[in-house]
């Protein structure tokens, strides 16, 4: 059973910093994907960044520059490391764990940027 736990949302600046962080419970060393999605109410969940089992990173456009994800294996953690804030980036943050995808989602948490 995987179960992830994320911590780290709150209120921002525009042009601010956040960093979430995500614990995974269960066999998450053996899972290659593990990632941040994010919802806006009355949108569909999009990907903002991924990160593979070697480190092999992936993100979306619109937080390229601007967002990093890490993951320390031995510890089953991964971070979302957001700069330069934008009101846009205002949503629910999952994480996510899976062997090629999201197949595990944590119960989220909330980025609200103010301009």
């Known amino acids: 059973q995987v179960q992830l736990v994320e911590s780290g949302g709150g209120s921002g600046q525009s042009g601010g910093s956040l960093r979430l962080s995500c614990e995974g419970h269960?066999?998450?060393?053996?899972?290659?994907?593990m990632g941040w999605y994010r919802q806006v109410p009355g949108k569909e969940r999009e990907l903002a960044a991924s990160i593979t089992l070697y480190g092999v990173e992936n993100y979306a456009d619109s937080v390229k520059g601007r967002f990093t994800i890490s993951r320390d294996n031995g510890k089953n953690l991964v971070f979302l490391q957001m700069s330069n804030l934008q009101p846009e980036d205002t949503a629910t943050y999952y994480c996510?764990?899976?062997?090629?995808?999201?197949?595990?989602w944590g119960k989220g948490t909330l980025v609200i940027v103010s301009s």
């Open positions: 269960g066999i998450i060393r053996r899972l290659d994907h």
């Open positions: 996510t764990a899976g062997r090629y995808g999201p197949d595990h």
